[in-house]
């Protein structure tokens, strides 16, 4: 059985309503987007859940957890294209590209997050990984993707464009020198969070930051066209985000260490394009 290309789309920290709210031609001719949720609120832990296999989760009522991730392994067969995966094949590493890799496909990771980076054990199995020059390329890899006629490919992409700064630079990024200094300082022992207690983002900026996430999405989906020109039409995709994110809500602000649904309400569609 000829077994499906499969392409994995993570917008990073795009939420929910965010999605809802941008045009997305492209990704629709998927399907339509359902609410779902992550498995946590930053980027790191949520894609150590993508490479077990899973997906952002619909929060089922009634329910035996185990019964509901054996059943998510299995939605692979339909995803893959063959009735022979099964849950043992994901025993024991639970390695989402150790499997496909033992189906035949050839799997490559392009990330643009430094915390996805090679060294990490999320590139495990992987037989390409790449982490990106900088975090606004899903045209470069866009560009980089090749469909080979006589192996199916697995594609994971890690998005950064629908992240802070949200593309934003220069005059046109709202400047706190709380956030922007602990982005500057990280990997330093010691960093002074004393100024970020003291400032944040006025109303009026978090709408034009949750605006701008809105137009990233959009920015996403054309490059998502491009994309689906280039794949034949066995090919499958995934979009969905890693987690959400906080534009003023109870006064946060970003995600992280921070327990509100909009750090966990996240976009999720999947299948073939129409």
Request: include cysteine; glycine fraction near 6%; aromatic fraction near 14%.
């Amino acid at each position: 059985m000829h077994k499906n290309h499969i392409v994995f789309i993570v917008m990073d920290s795009c939420r929910y309503d965010s999605f809802l709210a941008a045009k997305t031609p492209n990704i629709d001719r998927i399907g339509e987007a359902e609410k779902r949720y992550s498995y946590a609120s930053w980027t790191a832990p949520s894609h150590y859940a993508f490479t077990m296999g899973m997906m952002p989760h619909s929060s089922p009522a009634n329910v035996f957890a185990s019964e509901v991730y054996k059943e998510e392994f299995l939605q692979w067969r339909n995803r893959i294209g063959s009735e022979e995966v099964s849950f043992k094949d994901f025993i024991p590493e639970i390695s989402l590209p150790k499997v496909l890799k033992n189906f035949g496909y050839h799997t490559v990771a392009k990330v643009s997050m430094p915390v996805l980076n090679k060294h990490t054990l999320i590139s495990q199995h992987f037989d390409e990984y790449k982490l990106m020059s900088h975090h606004n390329d899903f045209s470069g890899m866009v560009s980089e993707i090749e469909f080979p006629d006589d192996t199916p490919c697995y594609y994971f992409l890690n998005l950064g464009e629908t992240h802070y700064p949200y593309m934003l630079s220069g005059d046109n990024l709202p400047h706190v020198s709380g956030v922007h200094g602990v982005l500057k300082d990280i990997g330093k022992d010691v960093v002074d969070n004393e100024a970020a207690k003291d400032q944040s983002f006025s109303m009026e900026q978090m709408k034009m930051l949750h605006k701008q996430q809105i137009t990233c999405v959009e920015y996403v989906d054309g490059y998502i066209g491009k994309l689906m020109e280039k794949a034949p039409s066995n090919t499958y995709f995934i979009v969905t985000a890693d987690h959400g994110e906080l534009f003023g809500e109870d006064g946060y602000f970003g995600h992280g260490p921070i327990m509100h649904e909009k750090c966990f309400e996240i976009p999720f569609v999947e299948g073939f394009a129409k």
